[in-house]
Antibody, heavy 119, light 112 residues
């Protein structure tokens, strides 16, 4: 059974940093790209980053480019999102989601981890 | 960025009624590889999003066949043939043809 478990969220002050993790199980993690998607309170979904299976390519939404870094450790089956210079508008539930072959993307999501940026 | 416009924003339905949600894109979602990367999700209250449809019309594993997707180019539709109580929540379309990936603003399905 595919499982994605996010962690690392919490309450932080504006300007600070935080690193989220997403531990994957139930599939060959090193074979698939991975996404981060977030959802601000009472708002819609926003895609923020994608990393290829071998870390060869990374893509970001403009809203986080230059502040957030997506990475992965295939030996640990873990996806990361390093977030710097956090702003109040980064307050959201952060989800990781699995890519798949031939456009079969987003079949699996984690339960999310909540990041609150507030003074 | 590609803008996805979903209509209606709120949909009220009775059990057994068939309903449709529209998703219109500001650009064609047909990719150079021949695929159209248009997805549909349902987010039930308090839960993570669940994928319903991928590549316009492919039903996700375990998704009831009362859900169906159709469309091409810039116009797409999700149809629920016989709404059930468990279908309440917010429906989102999403495109992955053009970077950055973008979501529609959502359609809230309420059960009368």
């Amino acid at each position: 059974e595919v499982q994605l478990v996010e962690s690392g969220g919490g309450l932080v002050k504006p300007g600070s940093s935080l690193k989220l993790s997403c531990v994957a199980s139930g599939f060959t993690f090193s074979s698939y790209g991975m996404h981060w998607i977030r959802q601000a309170p009472k708002k819609g979904l926003e895609w923020i980053a994608l990393i290829y299976y071998d870390s060869s390519n990374k893509y970001y939404a403009d809203s986080v480019k230059g502040r957030f870094t997506i990475s992965r450790d295939n030996s640990k089956n873990t996806l990361y999102l390093e977030m710097n210079s956090l702003r109040s508008e980064d307050t959201a539930m952060y989800y990781c989601a699995k890519a798949g072959p031939h456009g079969d993307w987003f079949a699996y999501w984690g339960q999310g981890t909540l990041v609150t940026v507030s003074s | 960025d590609v803008v996805l416009t979903q209509t209606p924003s709120i949909l009220s339905a009775t059990i057994g009624q068939s309903v449709s949600i529209s998703c219109r894109s500001s650009q064609s979602l047909l990719d150079s590889d021949g695929n159209t990367y248009l997805y549909w999700f349902l987010q039930r209250p308090g839960q993570s999003p669940q994928r319903l449809i991928y590549l316009v019309s492919n039903l996700g594993s375990g998704v009831p066949n009362r859900f169906s997707g159709s469309g091409s180019g810039t116009d797409f539709t999700l149809k629920i043939s016989g709404v059930e109580a468990e279908d309440l929540g917010v429906y989102y379309c999403m495109q992955a043809t053009h970077a950055p990936l973008t979501f529609g603003s959502g359609t809230k399905l309420e059960i009368k």
